[in-house]
T-cell receptor
Framework: GEDVEQSLFLSVREGDSSVINCTYT??????LYWYKQEPGAGLQLLTY?????DMKQDQRLTVLLNKKDKHLSLRIADTQTGDSAIYFC????????????FGTGTLLAVQP | DVKVTQSSRYLVKRTGEKVFLECVQD?????MFWYRQDPGLGLRLIYF???????EKGDIPEGYSVSREKKERFSLILESASTNQTSMYLC??????????FGQGTRLTVV
């Protein structure tokens, strides 16, 4: 079945770039997402990419998709303390049934 | 303002009770999902539905059932609550491949 994996923790210094990685097992996903969850808050969509794209850039965020290796990454440039949160990658599988699967989440800690 | 509304923010139930968690969306979305969120485990999919009266098992359906009698409402049922079902429950809805909108979550404690 489908599986989405992320490393649990990443620590960076303020001003550095952060790269959060995600690997998945099923290549039939149609859309891939990055969500952010701040402490005590709900999930907020950051960005998404269609499975036929390789890259998407949105201000400080860059999403890279390597379909061959089934690897998705989120790069945050000039990381700020306000970026400290849990980041989830998610995949949407279209078709007969529409399934949305989330990864385990990566806790990003930004040190001042 | 789009909305996914879960019926309760906090719930405390006794072991063995039947528990109903309700979710309502006002966006006419076809797809609705129930997840539970536990530290270090991310969001795990319990059940989902892509149409009225249709339901599919997710990754951890044991001990749960669902009902979708109307497009806007998706209910999660714990047939006989157990302490290992203490968790944060999140409902989400989406149209095909678009942003998923989440409810505020229900923190369920089973004692």
């Amino acid at each position: 079945g489908e599986d989405v994996e992320q490393s649990l923790f990443l620590s960076v210094r303020e001003g550095d770039s952060s790269v959060i990685n995600c690997t998945y097992t099923d290549s039939s996903s149609t859309y891939l997402y990055w969500y952010k969850q701040e402490p005590g808050a709900g999930l907020q969509l950051l960005t998404y990419i269609f499975s036929n794209m390789d890259m998407k850039q949105d201000q400080r965020l860059t999403v890279l998709l390597n379909k061959k290796d089934k690897h998705l990454s989120l790069r945050i440039a000039d990381t700020q303390t306000g970026d400290s949160a849990i980041y989830f990658c998610a995949e949407f599988y279209g078709g007969a049934t529409n399934k949305l699967i989330f990864g385990t989440g990566t806790l990003l800690a930004v040190q001042p | 303002d789009v909305k996914v509304t879960q019926s309760s923010r906090y719930l405390v139930k006794r072991t063995g009770e039947k528990v109903f968690l309700e979710c309502v969306q006002d966006m006419d979305h076809e797809n609705m999902f129930w997840y539970r969120q536990d530290p270090g485990l991310g969001l795990r999919l319990i059940y989902f539905s892509y149409d009225v009266k249709m339901k599919e098992k997710g990754d951890i359906p044991e001990g749960y059932s669902v009902s979708r009698e109307k497009k806007e409402r998706f209910s999660l049922i714990l047939e006989s609550a157990s302490t290992n079902q203490t968790s944060m429950y999140l409902c989400a809805s989406t149209a095909y491949g678009t942003e998923a909108f989440f409810g505020q979550g229900t923190r369920l404690t089973v004692v």
